[in-house]
């Protein structure tokens, strides 16, 4: 099938976060002024769209993804004039925004949800998921919160429990309810109709819950237990998304990305199918799950090459044809790319640059979290006191409840909490890393003097600059964006090696993983053939060799020319 030409297949995304991102006032929060200080520096990096993480009213429960009205401005980021101004300079520069769209649930300090406690006959009481207790007067059901506890809390107003997948302050909506849907499209219309250029959809895929909503299978007799195969991709939401394209995105020339945990790739398909009409690409997290052991995210494994490689193949196979894949290693959910996937020490930058050609060398619409672009690393705080996150924060309180040693879980949160990307950008040497001129909310990683974005700008070899050439190759060469995907060294220990072919460009890459000098060479059909180096992050002598060796973490990029 011949593959459609878009702009979001041929773009570079970057996230900001805001509340970490810049300070203009000093409060120690970042803000919009803030990002629009930056705009010039995300022009040099080359970005084609920022997807903005919630800047929507919030009390901030889970830093704005707990929205109390979806069309105003949180106080703290500044004002509905600051982001119309903002939106103006990013577009003058050719750059396109995208908004968060959370709409899976609200703040429960959303209008909705105060109108909706107050009785069972209120006009809103149907747009949230309210359900009687047991007969013991136990929760509904046995689902686990993805921050701890049961999903349901109990309301004495009416005697009744909401349904929250996230915190008590993020009660779900109910989509089976025509009403709560027609309010979300026509809000995705305000803001479409003030010119933004899309939406990514947090949890998207959890809007549909099976009827009924049972207890999940629990043989070990535990009192909450993950739910996901009830609410994940549930039975009415390929309906309501296409619903949501025809009533909210098809008059628009938009992207859209949706977040979507368990989604496989056969659903992932069915999601991104352009014939299908529902979302553009969607955020998959099996590449986020492979360090993970059976009881989820706090049960960490070593992640063990082999199974990376196969699965990004996986994906890359699987949507080449069909869907559109979205490409990244972190965001504000997850660990730092180079501290989980590299080396954040001796070799922090030749990795950062390794996996950056990695990523960006595959196909579909990469996206660089904040502070990637010049190898910001996880961060260890010797207290829990200087943490902020609610998940971190929830699963601390509770597993110390349960008898679990203080020290077993300051490491499982140095190596997966999300706080380790929610540190503040690192703009500089100055004090708090430039990023505020007062307290900054949550503290700056102690690593700012080495690794900062001005320091980067201005050393040519930098990571920074090195993410400049991998954006700009993408806008010159359609191999990049269109060519078909096929893996190499299917085994190796420590290569990953895959190769890219689109109207007679070929592109091979080559990337060790890790601090060894392996030994790579090209294929047999190529070894005749004229080349040259597209990118490499070590200098290459001997671009004629056909077979060479590999120096720590080194990426190369040939480009056969005949
Ligand atoms: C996914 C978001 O990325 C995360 O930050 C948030 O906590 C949950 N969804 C709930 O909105």
Redesign the pocket.
């Known amino acids: 099938m011949e593959q459609s030409k878009r702009w979001w297949k041929e773009s570079v995304v970057y996230q900001i976060y805001p509340r970490s991102f810049n300070d203009s006032n000093n409060d120690g929060i970042g803000d919009i002024p803030g990002i629009i200080e930056k705009l010039d520096y995300l022009k040099k990096l080359g970005v084609d769209v920022i997807w903005l993480?919630p800047v929507y009213q919030s009390p901030n429960d889970?830093?704005g993804?707990?929205i109390s009205d979806y069309r105003d401005i949180m106080d703290e980021f500044g004002t509905m004039t600051d982001w119309e101004t903002m939106l103006k300079e990013a577009h003058d520069r050719g750059i396109k925004i995208i908004m968060d769209l959370?709409v899976?649930?609200t703040s429960d300090e959303h209008a909705w949800f105060l109108e909706s406690r107050k009785s069972k006959n209120n006009d809103y009481r149907d747009y949230y998921i309210w359900r009687k207790g047991k007969q013991d007067g136990s929760e509904p059901n046995n689902w686990e919160s993805?921050?701890s506890g049961s999903v349901w809390d109990y309301d004495e107003t009416t005697g009744e429990y909401y349904l929250h997948l996230?915190s008590k302050k993020?009660p779900d909506l109910n989509w089976e309810n025509p009403i709560v849907r027609s309010e979300v499209y026509d809000m995705m219309r305000w803001w479409l109709d003030k010119g933004i250029d899309g939406f990514r959809m947090?949890?998207i895929n959890f809007i549909s819950k099976v009827p009924g909503l049972p207890d999940a299978p629990n043989p070990q007799g535990k009192k909450y237990v993950p739910g996901g195969d009830y609410f994940m991709n549930g039975p009415r939401i390929h309906e309501f998304l296409h619903e949501m394209h025809q009533r909210a995105l098809a008059d628009y020339d938009v992207m859209t990305v949706g977040?979507m945990p368990g989604v496989d790739v056969a659903e992932a398909v069915d999601y991104t199918k352009e014939d299908n009409q529902e979302l553009n690409m969607v955020f998959q997290f099996e590449h986020m799950d492979l360090d993970s052991g059976p009881e989820g995210k706090w049960d960490l494994k070593p992640l063990k090459l082999k199974d990376l490689r196969d699965n990004l193949v996986k994906w890359q196979k699987g949507l080449e044809n069909e869907g559109w894949n979205s490409l990244y290693m972190n965001?504000?959910?997850q660990p730092r790319m180079v501290s989980r996937f590299g080396d954040d020490g001796k070799y922090r930058v030749e990795s950062a640059k390794m996996l950056a050609t990695m990523l960006h060398m595959m196909k579909g619409t990469p996206f660089i979290y904040q502070g990637e672009e010049f190898g910001m690393t996880n961060v260890q705080f010797d207290s829990i006191e200087d943490y902020q996150d609610?998940?971190t924060l929830n699963m601390y309180r509770e597993k110390r409840a349960e008898g679990v040693p203080q020290e077993e879980l300051m490491h499982k949160i140095h190596v997966k909490g999300?706080d380790n990307a929610r540190t503040p950008v690192q703009w500089n040497d100055s004090s708090h890393a430039g990023f505020t001129g007062g307290t900054p909310w949550i503290q700056v990683n102690p690593n700012y003097q080495e690794v900062n974005a001005e320091a980067a700008v201005a050393e040519p070899q930098s990571i920074f600059h090195y993410y400049r050439k991998l954006i700009d190759l993408r806008h010159k060469h359609e191999s990049i964006v269109y060519g078909s995907f096929d893996s190499l060294y299917n085994d190796h220990e420590e290569i990953v090696a895959y190769q890219r072919e689109y109207q007679g460009e070929v592109l091979l890459v080559f990337l060790n993983f890790y601090d060894g000098q392996p030994k790579a060479a090209l294929p047999e059909e190529f070894v005749q053939k004229n080349r040259d180096m597209l990118i490499s992050n070590y200098q290459v002598e001997e671009i004629s060799a056909n077979e060479f060796t590999l120096r720590p973490y080194e990426a190369r990029v040939y480009r056969i020319t005949d």
């Open positions: 993480s889970d830093n993804y707990d959370v899976n649930h993805a921050f996230f993020q947090d949890v977040e965001n504000h959910d609610i998940e999300r």
